[in-house]
């Protein structure tokens, strides 16, 4: 099994950390990857909801990379499970309040399948570069 795991903390509060990462139309505003995004079906940030991405692929491709929430705890917790494309991982944002903000806590796992397998650096590369993103997110979060 591929993991990646990186964790920031923001200056704001648990609750406007999780509703901006539960609003999935705001993740071309800090993850450079995606390039296009839209919310399938369901209600926006609530579990069962679908986003349809599209996302850069190797080579500079375009990749599905459609995602559905499968936990969403307000403040504290929001996952989700990739439901299109090559690589299907399920990840997990984390929050906790701290003094002056949130730490949060972004983990990626990943069990390949099949040929899938003989790409496991790869996908553990691209995994990290996933989550290190979460630097990106801070800087968006916290300038006014």
């Not at 505003?29 to 839209?38: F, P, Q, T, Y």
């Not at 500079?60 to 559905?68: F, L, M, V, W």
């Not at 997990?92 to 990626?108: H, K, N, P, Q, W």
């Not at 397998?117 to 979060?141: D, F, H, R, S, Y």
């Amino acid at each position: 099994m591929a993991h990646a795991e990186n964790r920031v903390t923001i200056n704001r509060e648990p609750r406007d950390v999780f509703t901006f990462l539960a609003d999935g139309l705001n993740e071309p505003l800090w993850r450079s990857g995606v390039k296009d995004i839209a919310l399938k079906s369901g209600e926006a940030g609530a579990v069962g909801a679908v986003y349809s991405q599209t996302l850069t692929g190797p080579g500079g491709r375009s990749i599905a990379g459609d995602y559905q929430i499968t936990e969403a705890v307000p403040g504290e917790l929001l996952g989700f499970q990739v439901v299109a494309g090559p690589a299907r991982p399920t990840g997990a944002y984390r929050m906790r309040a701290i003094d002056g903000g949130t730490e949060v806590t972004f983990t990626l796992d990943v069990q390949p399948k099949g040929l899938m397998k003989l790409m496991g650096p790869m996908i553990a590369k691209t995994m990290a570069a996933e989550v290190a993103q979460l630097g990106t997110l801070k800087t968006v979060l916290e300038t006014p």
